[in-house]
Structures are given as C-alpha cells and as structure tokens.
DNA sequence: AATGAATGAGACTTCATTCAT
DNA sequence: TATGAATGAAGTCTCATTCAT
C-alpha cells in the first residue's frame, strides 16, 4: 500500500504530517537565526514564520538550543557533503566550486558565522552539538587532503594543518564576503557584489593551489 | 621638569584617574566580552570585574554598544598596526609572525570572532563602526600587498581578492584555532593545543606562499 | 439564543476573558496613575493591583505611555459624552449637574489633573494623543456654546473663548477641589469637604450664568 | 562701609555672592522645570543653566524638592502681589490685566500647572508647602472678593466660593491657553496663538463679570 | 496535538545624592 | 566653598518557557 517497503516502517499520515511540521519550523528557524543572530531572534518570530504557535515549537523541540542545533546539523550535512563531492583528481575545478557555492547564499554564509560564534560561546557541557558539526566538516575535509596527496595532486602539507586552513578560509571568506555585501549597501538577496562568486572561487582556489609567491 | 610646558597640557590628577578608570572598564569589558559573547556580556560583570558600579560605567561609556566599539576600535588599531608591520622583502617570516601572533592569545580570537559576528547582525544604520574597523584592516592589508607585487616578491594576483584572503584565513583561522581549544578542552589560557602558535604560522605561510598544489 | 448571527462574531471564551483582562488592566492602571501621577506611577503596583505579572502587561499594552493613553481616552469619552448631553434649554440645571459630577470623584479629578499635565510635558510628536483627547473636549464644548447661542439661552459671546473659559474652569475647579480636599486631609475617599458637590456646582454655574458684577 | 544700615546687619561681599548664586540657580531650576516637568527635570540640567556644578547645588538646596519648593515661593509671592494690586473699584479692568498677565508668559504657565500637579502628587507630610503657596493665592483673592462685595462693586456671592472659581479659572486658563499654544505649533516661546492674552483677559472678565446667560 | 496568554527573571539604563579632592 | 566622579537603587521592558483550554 505504501511506497516504502524499507526500513523504518512507513511512516504513518500522522508522522508524514509531523515530519513536514518539523522541516517548516526548522526552515523558519534558518531564516531568523540567519537574518537576526541567535540571541536576537525569538521564538515568536520563528513561530510566525512557520505559521505554528509558540507552544508547538516546544512539540518539537525541547528548546530554543535545541532548535538551533537542528539548524546547525542540516547545515553541516549539506557542507560535509559538498567535501565529500570535491574531487581529487580535478582539485582546481571542484575547489572553486566548492568556494563558489559556499559564497552564493547569504543565509548559508550568515548561519556559518552564526554556529561559529554559538560553537565558542556555548561550550559550557550541555551543548557540544555545534562543535561536533564543525569536527565532521573538518575531518571530512582531511580526509580528501590525504586522498589528495596520496593521489600525488597535492604537496606532502601536513593534512590536518592544510585541512584547517581550507576550512578557515571557507570560513573566513565567506564571512568577509558577508560583511562586504553588507558594506556594500546590499545585505537583501540577491548577492550582486563585485566580485561574483564565481570568480572569487576561481581566485582564491588560485590561491590556495599556486601560493602568492613570485617565481 | 614638572608640569610639562609642551602639548597636551599635562593631565591632571584627576584626567589620569579618569584615562586609568576608562583603560580598565575597557579592559574589563573586553574580557567579558570575550567571555560570553555580546548579548550574553552582562554590564553588571562587566562592572563588577573593573570594580566600579554599574553606574559608573556610564560615566565613561554611552551604552553597551558604545562599551563594546570602544573595545573593537583598540583591537582594530592593534591589528592594523601589526599588518602595516609586514615586511614585504621578508614575506615567510613576517607573514609567519603575524599568524601566529593573532593564534596565540585565546581572547583575541573570541573578540575577533565576535566583531565579525556582532558586524553582520548590527548592520543597522548607527553602528557601522565595527564594519570600519574591518574595513580598516583589508585596507591595510591590500596597502602590503601592492607593496609586495612591486617589489617583486609576490605574483601579480589580484590585491583586493588577495588582501581579503588574507583576512578571511586570518579570520578563520583564529575560529578554528579558537574552537579546536575548546575542543581539546582547554578553554582557558594558556592555549597549548597540539599545534603551537609558531608551528601553525610557519605551516599556513607555506601554504599561502607556496600553494597546495603539486606543481 | 446561543451564538448570535449579528456583527461582530460573538466573542468566544477566550476572547471574553482577554477583554476583562484588559479593562482591569486600565481600571489598575487609571487607580495607580491617579495615585501618583504618571512618572512614580509604576509598572509593578499597576500589575499587582491588577493582579498580573508585569510582563501581562505588556500583552495588552505596548507601554507604559500606551497605558496611560488607553486610560486617557477611556477618560475624555466620559467626558465628551457628559458634554454632548448638556440641554441648552435648561443650562442653569444641566450645568450645574456637569460641574458637581466632574468634581465628585477624587481620581477623576486627579486624572484630569495629570493629563492636563502630561499632555504639556509630552508635546513630543508621537503622543498628541493627550492633546486630542482636549481638543475633543473642547469642540464638543463649543458646540453647545454655539447651540445655546442660537437657541437665545446665552449672550452672544465668542463662542470659542466661552467654551475653553467653561472647559478651563471644569480643569481648574476640579483641580482646585482636589487640592482643598488633599488639604482638609480626606485626600482619600469619600470626599466630604466643606463644600459638598452639588452645592459648589450650583455657586459656579451661577457665577457662570449672571457673572460677578452687581446689577 | 556698605551701602546698607537696616536690619538685618549688611551683607558681607561672600554673603552677596551666595545671595546672587542662589537666584542664579533659582533661575535655572525655573526655566529646567517648566520646560521638562518635575520628574523629568534634571539636576544635572539645572546645574548646568546655572553655570555651577551638580554638587554645588546641595549646598544651596538641601535637595531637588527643595529647589523646587523655592521655585514654588518665588512664583506665589508673584502672584499674591498682583492680586493684592486688583483695584475693587475697577474690576473690569484690573481683572482683565490679571488675567492677561497671567497667560503671557508660558514659563509661567507651566510652573503654575507643574505646581497644581506636583502639590497634589506630593500631599503626603513632608511637603506641604506647594499647598501653602496654593492656599494664600486663594485667600489673597478671597480678601479682594469681599472688599468688592462690601465696596458693592460685586453682588453678594459666597466669597470663598468665588475666589476658588477665580483661581480656577485663572489656572485652568493658564493651562489650556498652554496647550493651545502647543496644539498651534508653537510650544517655544514667543506665544502667538489666535488669542492674544489681552482679548483673551478681556473676553474672560466679561464673562466673569456679567456671566452667560441671555436675559 | 495545537494554542497563545501568562509568567517572572533579569537586562540595561537613569539620576538624585554624596564625598574626597 | 566648589567640583564632578562614583554610587546603587529602582524602573521599564523583553522573551523563553509553561500550561490550561
């Protein structure tokens, strides 16, 4: 009867229904905690967004933290899955797209910052979530370093260093890439900076693959 | 000899304690702030750590905002100051230094992280100082770079991409450095990660200098 | 019988309930105002006389201002109304009544009194409300000015300046008469000072009425 | 020596000089006052307009109330006098001026409001002087009431009666002749409303003096 | 399961008053 | 006597969370 005959059992309406409700209140989550900050965003505005009340957000989720770290997990899957696709064999092409993709969006760039600073500043006990997000995305990372190398595409760079440092910069960049568009008087989408994604991607991959040193 | 007949006139006894008062609310709230981040910075730790009264703080600062530009406004000049250090004739080792010296204090990284943060969320017309502060820095850093392309010593890249690069692994390196202490549990100062300052700048130079790919 | 067809949609339960929360909220508000006027009127005696927690409050009114104009207007309502039902054929009588009853209740004395005083002291754009509120007052007074004028039961007088005289002696008398009673010490209820209400409201609508002069 | 030999003994230069600063801060506690209301009045502001500093008034002012108490005597003693000057012999026209003078100046205007609100605000023990000064206006002008109704210039009212209407009608003016003024835009002085204070005086008196009624 | 009114702790800020200089 | 920095009590307002309906 139903389309599913895996595991789990398939799902009823009633979970259908619930699993929908939680992906528009996580949906909406994103969007305040991007456009606000976590401490300047309210339950009540994430609440109006997903079109729910605020008593049913705590159906959901046990608490305004733990709303934010079901952010936060769907966006490091998506990131750590962008790694995962980079491939080795090609790094100057599937680098700059990984730059590029990273800089289009301002809510994922503005949600990067956001679990960074939250990680920090949250690392008292209860909540390592956000620290483990960050963990994931970085031993993703030297994971293709070693790959790289081994496959004689990179230099022998020490892959947990090197694996930092392209995470820095990702995210580095794409909060100083935040910050011009916002110097740049367009903070609303669309992202129309002087540098378009693209090329930045292009640039900065030249940069990490070639090095700034003459000769 | 005694009062000094040269400009500024000399301080008075009272203009002294007052700059020492102001120099230690300073100090106290960049510590706080570091701390907790801006929202979860109380102005009554703050005050309780500079030991003077809540109310006393506004003797000397406007607001909370204005506590806080007072202390990005230090940290901004501290870093500009140390870009325009740079030696361009000597990249590898004052670019090693420079790195490794924005690693090393635990408390520069949490401030720096949060002015980017506290930039993006307080974009809000009135409180453009902290964006002028960064703003101040990848001016700086682009200054160097023009330096260093005409005297040879760096590709011909493109300064502004290159300057802010430059920044962003700056920036994202003290992120990561930051949270990878926290992860290895060692929040507090002193900082002794598995990678040392020193090393960790010497290794991300040579990246930056000398490219990931095997040529 | 049970849920009316006619406009508006009958309130539910819920609807009812927040409606009383509302007026007892004004009716504390208008008790503690009264009291102490506006600026040591303060937000938690309204609450506790309203028996709400403060921050119930601010579920039914923006602000402390937005309390107190919800008080004013409930109050020049009153007012207005006790005006428009002024009979011009029978002023003598009719005022008379208007008088006594504007000078028999201690707070609404007092209420006048701190509007009157606020709607000076908060001249600033936004709150005009106050100043409507008057301006109500007077209009509706001048109407009956005119009306009488016509109807051949007053002089013909400027009909402005009769209707801000009478609305001047109503705020001055009422405030004059809350003095005197503060003074005679029953600044509490029930007021019983020397000149009982209606008696005073009589000697002034005389004095109103056939002037001071002899002949 | 000194230019003075009555009681009491000639004030020593330091004497004179306290004398004058204590108007001077007198003035600046008037002019702060009528224009921001009590409570919002600062000390630090009428320090200021006095060209002293905050603790220097303490030592002429026990404490804000106090400063308002002598704004409050100087403006009664004001008052009575002109009252005192109302000739019985010519009502008309010593009343119209004391109305007139009475609404010029809306520095004056505002005091009187401030100290009607304030004198019923504060009734509680410690400061019944702002009653004081309220009850010798009304007995100054209860005194005049009866000499014109013995010099038969006025019929033979209740005097108390009238003298309570006459100040009311003087302060209600002197209140709503303030709004208006601020209604019209032009809450800074010069005053020029519709109504210039002399045809206002004019037109009150004759409505004092030969009431309303058509007969 | 959904609602949203109620809660109350706690934050920032103001300002009359004091007192060492 | 004058100064003005320091004080700290007190006030308004916000918002995550709860719970009766």
């Not at 699993?19 to 456009?35: C, K, M, T, W």
């Not at 995305?137 to 004689?152: F, K, P, S």
């Not at 892959?159 to 740049?184: D, Q, R």
Request: hydrophobic fraction near 45%.
């Amino acid at each position: 009867m139903t389309q599913n005959s895996s595991f789990p059992p398939a799902p009823s309406r009633r979970e259908r229904r619930a699993a929908a409700r939680r992906a528009d209140i996580l949906e909406a989550a994103a969007g305040v905690f991007s456009q606000y900050g976590y401490e300047n965003a309210t339950t009540r505005e994430i609440a109006e967004r997903a079109d729910v009340s605020e008593g049913t957000l705590y159906n959901y989720f046990d608490s305004k933290q733990a709303l934010f770290l079901g952010v936060a997990d769907a966006f490091a899957d998506s990131l750590v899955d962008a790694i995962a696709g980079v491939d080795v064999d090609d790094l100057e092409h599937s680098m700059t797209h990984l730059f590029a993709d990273r800089f289009r969006s301002g809510r994922e760039r503005r949600l990067l910052m956001m679990f960074l600073y939250k990680a920090r500043v949250d690392e008292n006990g209860e909540q390592r979530s956000v620290h483990n997000a960050i963990s994931r995305l970085v031993a993703a990372t030297e994971a293709r370093v070693r790959e790289a190398i081994d496959a004689g595409t990179m230099r022998p760079v020490n892959p947990a260093v090197a694996a930092a440092t392209l995470n820095a910069a990702i995210m580095g960049f794409a909060i100083l890439y935040e910050l011009s568009s916002a110097i740049h008087g367009d903070s609303a989408e669309p992202d129309n900076t002087a540098f378009p994604p693209e090329l930045l991607g292009e640039a900065v991959t030249d940069i990490f693959l070639n090095g700034l040193s003459e000769n």
